[in-house]
């Protein structure tokens, strides 16, 4: 592993963590030349699927970018890092078990949207508010009257 800090190769484990569903291993790692520490995430790797965009394009899956939006909607939120990296391992899982070659943006966005909502209501909101593409105040209260529970929602309209 090189170090991102003096770029050596020489560096030493210091700590292995498996995460809880067992897919990724997080490492601790000491580099032997400048000392400084540093973590590594490993993940088997899979044969991803294409994402069709809205607009027909087709483009290779990122992690990062599903990361991305994940760590936008969860920001300032009580939800740590590694909780949310684990919504992205079950995340990747749904898309690999579609056994297909391409998945729409919008399927995976779908994805995320069951997730945050079970998981962060105002990441939720978040996420949706660019997701679909909220265009005024009317459209986070309607939103927003569906995460109320049934006997509270007749007061917002």
């Keep these: 592993m090189r170090c991102p800090f003096c770029h050596s190769l020489e560096d030493k484990v210091i700590d292995s963590r498996m995460s ?12 032997l030349s ?11 790797e899979e044969s991803m699927p294409m994402v069709i965009k809205k607009d027909g394009r087709r483009e290779p899956y990122l992690r990062e970018k599903l990361l991305s939006g994940i760590r936008k909607a969860f920001e300032k939120r009580p939800v740590s890092v590694e909780e949310q990296e684990d919504m992205v391992n079950q ?3 749904m898309i690999v078990s ?10 995976i966005g779908e994805f995320v949207i069951a997730m945050l909502r079970d998981t962060d209501e105002v990441a939720y909101v978040r996420f949706a508010s ?16 569906e995460l109320l529970p049934p006997e509270l929602r007749h007061h917002v309209k």
Excluded: N
Excluded at 34 to 44: A, L, N, P, W
């Design 20 to 31: 809880k569903d067992g897919l990724v291993v997080r490492r601790r790692r000491e580099c």
């Design 34 to 44: 400048c000392g400084k520490r540093y973590t590594t995430h490993e993940r088997i």
């Design 130 to 145: 660019v997701y679909r593409q909220f265009k005024d105040v009317t459209d986070f209260l309607r939103e927003l009257r």
């Design 98 to 107: 579609l056994g297909e070659p391409e998945v729409s943006s919008q399927q």
């Design 91 to 93: 995340i990747e899982r």
